[in-house]
């Protein structure tokens, strides 16, 4: 049974940072493109990060900010954060798929639980 599961949500201020883990069971996440979604409240699920097994993407809203990496190891995807702005404010949510790097959500297989992710100005 695949499970993924998100940790490292929190509230904090505007130009902080936080580092998201994606913790995920049942699969072998480097043989996985894991992305990285959030979805702010009457907002649709967007895109933030993917990263394949050698390389990762991340959205324009969130570069030069948002690093995703993996630690195949500890088969844990994480992502950090830094100068978070009030507009970063969502559910943070990880995903599984076993194609080829898409920002679509609907092409992700699996899903974990979300993280809240508060930025307060």
């Known amino acids: 049974q695949v499970q993924l599961v998100e940790s490292g949500g929190g509230l904090v201020q505007a130009g902080g940072s936080l580092r998201l883990a994606c913790a995920a069971s049942g699969l072998t996440s480097s043989m996985y493109v894991m992305g990285w979604f959030r979805q702010a409240p009457g907002k649709e699920r967007e895109f933030v990060a993917a990263?394949?097994?050698?390389?990762?993407f991340t959205a324009d809203s969130v570069k030069g900010r948002f690093t995703i990496s993996r630690d195949n190891a500890k088969n844990t995807v994480y992502l950090q954060m830094n100068s978070l702005k009030p507009e970063d404010t969502a559910v943070y949510y990880c995903?599984?798929?076993?194609?080829?790097?898409?920002?679509?959500?609907?092409?992700?297989?699996?899903w974990g639980q979300g993280t809240q992710v508060t930025v307060s100005s």
């Open positions: 995903a599984a798929q076993k194609g080829v790097l898409t920002i679509n959500p609907s092409q992700y297989n699996y």
């Open positions: 990263i394949t097994w050698n390389s990762g």
